[in-house]
């Protein structure tokens, strides 16, 4: 503790430039917006966007949230990378479901699923029938 309260750790402090970058509010938000333009602004509002779902599939395992096993229809790679993680596009087909769903995600680069590979889905609280991706059930 200092001498004028509680001090942030980096990690806090990072969390918060970025949720005002992927907002636009404040100094960095409205710089990296000044400076990137329209379209590369949205690429990074996507990549951020992307980083938070992961977390927030951690924080829903973590409190034991039940997962749905899908099966990997096909993926594609959408040239962008989150830690050095790949950024892909999934199309799952859910087991009791017809229709398939598409998902914009980040899968770690060690454990890239395949069409044909079985992952697991948790459902999304923030979108009512949505789901976010949580790997394959198995740590690396």
Do not use: C, H, W
């Not at 000044?34 to 395992?61: H, R, T």
Request: net charge positive; no cysteine.
């Amino acid at each position: 503790m200092g001498i004028f309260g509680k001090r942030k750790s980096r990690e806090e402090k990072a969390a918060e430039i970025a949720g005002k970058v992927a907002s636009g509010k404040g100094f960095y938000g409205r710089a990296t917006r000044a400076f990137l333009g329209a379209d590369d602004f949205a690429k990074v509002q996507q990549s951020i966007g992307a980083y938070n779902s992961g977390l927030d599939v951690q924080q829903l395992l973590a409190a034991g949230a039940p997962t749905t096993p899908a099966a990997v229809v096909s993926i594609s790679d959408t040239g962008k990378l989150v830690n050095f993680d790949p950024v892909v596009d999934l199309v799952l087909q859910l087991p009791a479901a017809a229709d398939r769903i598409t998902l914009q995600t980040i899968v770690s680069k060690l454990r890239i699923p395949r069409a044909g590979d079985q992952v697991l889905l948790v459902a999304d609280p923030a979108r009512p029938g949505g789901y976010l991706y949580a790997g394959d059930g198995m740590t690396p």
